[in-house]
């Protein structure tokens, strides 16, 4: 089993930054992918970035392409999100991850946090 507990999600305005966390611990959890999902209100969850265990593969969805970026640190094994040049549109909750496809990591969830982005 793996618990994944994220942090940071808050209200920001267009065009800033925001970094969000994600701390995993269990069986396994550092030899897993993870990466970052986001649900708006009525809208199904999509997927938004990922890495593979070790950080060196990533992948994003193209509406992010750019302006955020996936980071591991796997001696504390937390994953970053960091979200620059926030649009309105990426308001949602955003959930982290985890899995053994690190294209689409979504075995494990964690709660999900908040970010808001005011215009």
């Known amino acids: 089993q793996v618990q994944l507990v994220e942090s940071g999600g808050e209200l920001v305005q267009a065009g800033g930054s925001l970094r969000l966390s994600c701390a995993a611990s269990?069986?396994?959890?550092?030899?897993?992918?993870m990466g970052w999902f986001r649900q708006a209100p009525g809208t199904e969850r999509e997927f938004v970035t990922s890495?593979?265990?070790?950080?060196?593969?990533?992948y994003y969805a193209n509406s992010v392409k750019g302006r955020f970026t996936i980071s591991r640190d796997i001696a504390k094994n937390t994953v970053y999100l960091q979200m620059n040049s926030l649009k309105p549109e990426d308001s949602a909750v955003y959930y982290c991850?985890?899995?053994?496809?690190?294209?689409?990591?979504?075995?494990?969830w964690g709660q999900g946090t908040q970010v808001t982005v005011s215009s």
């Open positions: 269990g069986r396994s959890s550092s030899s897993y992918a």
């Open positions: 991850a985890a899995g053994p496809n690190e294209r689409y990591p979504n075995d494990y």
């Open positions: 890495i593979n265990w070790s950080g060196s593969n990533t």
